[in-house]
């Protein structure tokens, strides 16, 4: 059951990051540069800014995980 789990986690963070990762970032720096005018350099920085904050929010959600680990672990 755990290996099944583990998978399936590494199947959707490899679909989600490989697969819509780069678009958003695509998107957010087409956006940043032609619909704020910042230029197509300032885009791609504003854009990689933009969603490297989701990391924390990753952080966060992993950092309150930590508190039951012990439980989940027990057999």
């Known amino acids: ?3 099944t789990a583990a998978s399936i986690l590494l199947f959707i963070i490899n679909l989600v990051g490989l697969g819509a990762g780069p678009l958003i970032v ?3 720096s087409d956006l940043f540069a032609s619909g704020m005018g910042l230029g ?3 885009g791609v920085r ?3 800014i933009c969603t490297s904050c989701c990391t924390l929010i990753a952080a966060a ?3 309150t ?3 039951t680990i012990k439980e ?3 057999s």
Do not use: Q, S
Request: aromatic fraction near 14%.
């Open 1 to 3: 059951m755990r290996a």
């Open 40 to 42: 197509e350099a300032e």
């Open 65 to 67: 995980a930590r508190k």
């Open 72 to 74: 989940d672990l027990v």
């Open 61 to 63: 959600l992993f950092w």
């Open 46 to 48: 504003w854009a990689i």
């Open 26 to 28: 695509g998107v957010l």
